[in-house]
């Protein structure tokens, strides 16, 4: 199985801060073909449901704020907020879909200093 | 608008079933797969498996090849999932979700499965 190993666990911010955790795989995600990542970060609030927030690595899901950024390539992925706002205090997971099972990073949580 | 509804909470006692609905509104799910993913108390999410509700063809992760049996009733637009020989451990809040053009997109709204003698 892929490993998925997200850094920080946490992370206390101020509103304004610019913000970027990080997510690497045990293996490549970039599938050679067609030279995309299987790699997607969601958004999890208290007591809802994930969200998905970005795929391919870097490619923004309609309707989500371009303060959100996912970058990386192969192992090594980023994901983030150039100015963190309030409403973005939640858990952020990436996911791998390169190959079965799907797996998950353990979370990163944002938290208000 | 795409919805995803899973059906209510569900309490279940150590070594009994329980089959969980997931209702999808807005897309033919024969175009699509769906997932479950499950999340324990205060811990993160992890996949349980997935099925092509075109022909039932699934995926499960090792762990779950036998505990959970996913299923999917096309003429009514609706994902199941039957958990098996519930554990203490199975507790958890369940989690339906759609894939399409390879991500999984939608979710459902949870539910909670609590196993309790």
């Known amino acids: 199985d892929i490993v998925m190993t997200q850094t920080p666990s946490s992370q206390a911010v101020s509103a304004g801060e610019k913000v970027t955790m990080s997510c690497k795989s045990s293996?490549?995600?970039?599938?050679?073909?067609?030279?995309?990542?299987?790699l997607a970060w969601y958004q999890q609030k208290p007591g809802q449901s994930p969200k998905l927030l970005i795929y391919?690595?870097?490619t923004r899901e309609s309707g989500v704020p371009d303060r959100f950024i996912g970058s990386g390539s192969g192992t090594d992925f980023t994901l983030t907020i150039s100015s963190v706002q309030a409403e973005d205090l939640a858990v952020y997971y990436c996911?791998?879909?390169?190959?079965?099972?799907?797996?998950f990073g353990a979370g990163t949580k944002l938290e208000l200093k | 608008e795409v919805q995803l509804q899973q059906s209510g909470a569900e309490l279940g006692k150590p070594g009994t079933s329980v089959k969980l609905s997931c209702k999808v509104s807005?897309?033919?799910?024969?175009?699509?797969?769906m997932h479950w993913v499950n999340q324990r108390p205060g811990k993160g999410l992890e996949w349980i498996g997935r099925?092509?509700?075109?022909?039932?063809?699934?995926i499960y992760a090792e762990k779950f090849k036998s505990k959970a049996t996913l299923t999917a009733d096309t003429s009514s637009n609706t994902a199941y999932m039957q958990l098996s020989q519930l554990k203490s451990d199975d507790t958890a809040i369940y989690f339906c979700?759609?894939?399409?053009?390879?991500?999984?997109?939608?979710w459902g709204q949870g539910v909670m499965v609590t196993v309790s003698s």
């Open positions: 979700a759609m894939q399409r053009a390879w991500i999984i997109r939608d």
């Open positions: 807005g897309y033919n799910i024969r175009s699509t797969y």
């Open positions: 099925i092509d509700p075109a022909n039932g063809n699934t």
């Open positions: 293996q490549s995600l970039l599938y050679n073909e067609n030279k995309k990542n299987y």
């Open positions: 391919w690595a870097s």
């Open positions: 996911q791998q879909y390169y190959n079965f099972p799907y797996t």
